[in-house]
C-alpha cells in the first residue's frame, strides 16, 4: 500500500478545450487540469519504481477550503462533508490520469475505488491524500 499527499486546493478534470489554429481545428486541456495532473504525476514517480500490475484498489480523499461561513473564532471546526462544486467524479478522474502509466499501467486495472469530498478540519489545509493498493482477493465475493 502506497500513501501520499499532494498540498494545495484540488483541481477538477475541466473539459477539453477546442481552438482553431491555420485553419484547422486542435484540442487541447486546460493549463489548470494539466498542471494538477502533472504535480500527481511527479508525486507518484516518487513513490511508485513501476507501475502495479493486476487489480488496483485507490482511495482519494479531498479536503477543499472551508467557505468563510464555515469559519468560526469561538467554535471547533471539524472536518464538514462538501456537497457543492467542483464535483466528485471530476476530482477524481484528474488524479486518476495523474495516476495513470505511473502508479498502474491503465485505469482500466482499478476495480475498487473510494473517494471523498469534504471541507478541511480548522487546523488543516487543503489537500489531496491518495492511497494505491493491490487487491490481495482476485476471487468474485458477492454480497447477494
Known sequence: ?????IK???KAKQRPRFAARRGKVIAYTPKTTASFE???KLKAEKEFLRPLEGTISLAIR???????????KTRPMPEACCDKR??????????IDGLNGIAFRDDAQIADL????????G??????VII????????????L
Open 1 to 5: 500500500m502506497v500513501t501520499f499527499v
Open 8 to 10: 494545495g486546493i484540488p
Open 38 to 40: 502533472n504535480l500527481v
Open 62 to 72: 479531498f479536503y477543499l477550503p472551508r467557505p468563510q461561513r464555515m469559519i468560526w
Open 86 to 95: 467542483p464535483d466528485i467524479d471530476n476530482l477524481a478522474k484528474a488524479v
Open 114 to 121: 473510494h473517494v471523498t469530498k469534504k471541507y478541511h478540519a
Open 123 to 128: 487546523d488543516g489545509e487543503p489537500k489531496t
Open 132 to 143: 494505491v493498493d493491490g487487491v490481495k482477493n482476485h476471487g468474485t465475493q458477492s454480497s
